[in-house]
């Protein structure tokens, strides 16, 4: 078995277990997209009827679209339903593809471990001072913050799959979007 038929063994083993648990991370942004629906429409009907708002529900919802948004980032990337340009990418063969492939996954890959760093310290910073913001209810946004890291951990993990994959594909194997000529 040669190099890059082990690396697409891998990316599939990888990807498999990183596919579970994206996919239960979208399901956790699923429901807490129905608690923001749910919000809402409270919100307006306490409004209309009430003639006021349900104190702090605009700020938690704030807080709970981060963990929407962010939870679902990796099962996005799982799906290949990102915004791609692949123009160029999608005319090369053999060899030059993978290596362009392969090349655009590093550098995803670091930049998403430097976001995932970075929102890591302040998740626990912001966890550790139990972080709220003050207004009408004191709402905690560690939560939200938590999320953010998470999410971009596991989108590097997928991102990392994505590279192994990457390695052994070939154009007509990679999803890509088939544009027209130039």
Same mark, same amino acid.
């Given at each position: 078995m040669d190099e890059t038929a082990i690396a697409a063994r891998i990316g599939r083993s990888l990807r498999r277990a990183v596919r579970v648990v994206a996919l239960g991370s979208a399901v956790i942004a699923?429901?807490?997209?129905v608690f923001v629906m749910t919000a809402v429409v409270t919100d307006v009907v306490s409004r209309n009827v009430r003639g006021r708002s349900v104190p702090g529900l605009v700020d938690q919802t704030e807080v709970v679209l981060a963990v929407v948004v962010f939870l679902a980032l990796a099962?996005?990337?799982t799906r290949r339903e990102h915004v791609a340009?692949?123009?160029?990418?999608?005319?090369l063969k053999g060899?030059?593809?993978?290596?362009? #492939?392969? @090349?655009?996954?590093?550098?995803?890959v !670091?930049?998403?471990?430097? =976001?995932?760093?970075?929102?890591?310290?302040v998740a626990i910073s912001s966890f550790e001072a139990r972080e709220v913001r003050l207004g009408i209810a004191a709402v905690p946004l560690w939560p939200g #913050?938590? @999320?953010v890291a998470y999410g971009f951990w !596991?989108?590097?993990?997928? =991102?990392?799959?994505a590279a192994f994959e990457a390695w052994g594909e070939e154009p007509d194997e990679a999803h890509v979007f088939e544009s027209g000529p130039l």
């Open positions: 699923g429901v807490a997209l099962y996005t990337q340009v692949e123009a160029v990418v999608n005319r060899w030059r593809f993978r290596v362009v #492939r392969l @090349a655009a996954a590093v550098i995803a !670091l930049v998403t471990i430097l =976001l995932a760093w970075a929102t890591t310290r #913050r938590i @999320a !596991l989108l590097a993990l997928e =991102l990392i799959t």
